[in-house]
């Protein structure tokens, strides 16, 4: 009933401050980094708040701790006329803006006449260690499609190899021996009950994919105490999802910031 629903409608794309939401009602749908963010950046001047999420709970319907106006929901299920929301548990609210924080879609438009790849539920297929289509490699490749990923250590590392395969200074497989990796890779995921639209997530094992393009690259992985880092900020952020960009309780995590500040300086020596 989306497309009748008769209120404002955006993409987290679009969000840039809090105040054009003063005193609305206001549903974020996806409780990602975007949705929790936002959510919580427009309960400062709106009138109320309902996150949903297709990860609760389908009887959720309850008010976040230390918030006075906002609710976590299950997932909707149905916009109505009257500017109703109806959540999967029955619960509903009048609402002025659904705002989408729903994640992207992968769209190559340039490619539309290529058989090469196809996106099929938002997996770009196929694609050899999500970079190199076997078909054509290496004339084409994508940097960046991975996602639930740090971005920029594992984009500099796979546009390392794409260079380096370019220049001639590293060999891929033969186009047959890649199509059976992609082919064991969907297999593996298929295995796990994966939809195709995971395909590129690679949150547990980022840096297993990070070790495998350095060693491609010649050169050596993710820093331990990058590692380290990562997995204490994830733990922090799930323990103070409200201020924990603004606090650093420092303690068990200062020396990988000493660590971290050595290797800094290392690169940042002047000759």
């Given at each position: 009933g989306v497309d009748a629903w008769p209120g404002k409608q955006l993409h987290s794309t679009s969000y840039r401050v809090p105040e054009p939401f003063h005193g609305q009602v206001v549903v974020v749908i996806g409780c990602g980094p975007s949705g929790t963010d936002i959510s919580r950046d427009i309960a400062g001047v709106a009138k109320e708040v309902h996150l949903a999420s297709r990860w609760s709970l389908s009887a959720t319907s309850e008010k976040l701790p230390?918030?006075?106006?906002m609710w976590f929901h299950s997932e909707i299920d149905r916009a109505q006329e009257d500017g109703s929301v109806v959540f999967h548990d029955g619960s509903r609210v009048?609402?002025?803006v659904i705002m989408h924080c729903t994640g992207y879609k992968y769209n190559f438009p340039f490619?539309?006449?290529?058989a090469t790849v196809s996106v099929d539920d938002n997996c770009?297929?196929?694609?050899?260690?999500?970079?190199?289509?076997?078909?054509?490699?290496?004339r084409l490749s994508f940097i960046g499609l991975p996602l639930k990923v740090v971005p920029f250590p594992l984009f500099e590392l796979q546009s390392h190899w794409v260079a380096?395969?370019?220049?001639?200074r590293f060999k891929l497989p033969s186009k047959d021996e890649m199509v059976r990796d992609v082919t064991a890779f969907h297999?593996?995921?298929a295995a796990r009950g994966w939809p195709r639209r995971y395909t590129h997530r690679l949150r547990d094992r980022e840096f297993e994919n990070e070790?495998?393009?350095?060693?491609?690259?010649?050169?050596g992985g993710p820093e331990g105490w990058r590692r380290e880092m990562f997995d204490a900020a994830m733990q922090v952020m799930v323990e103070r999802p409200e201020n924990y960009r603004d606090e650093w309780d420092g303690g068990d995590y200062d020396h990988l910031l000493a660590q971290a500040n050595r290797d800094f300086a290392a690169h940042c020596q002047r000759p």
């Open positions: 230390g918030h006075a106006n009048k609402a002025d490619l539309t006449n290529d770009v297929d196929p694609l050899y260690k999500h970079v190199f289509p076997p078909q054509v490699a290496p380096g395969v370019l220049s001639g297999s593996r995921l070790d495998w393009l350095a060693e491609q690259c010649r050169r």
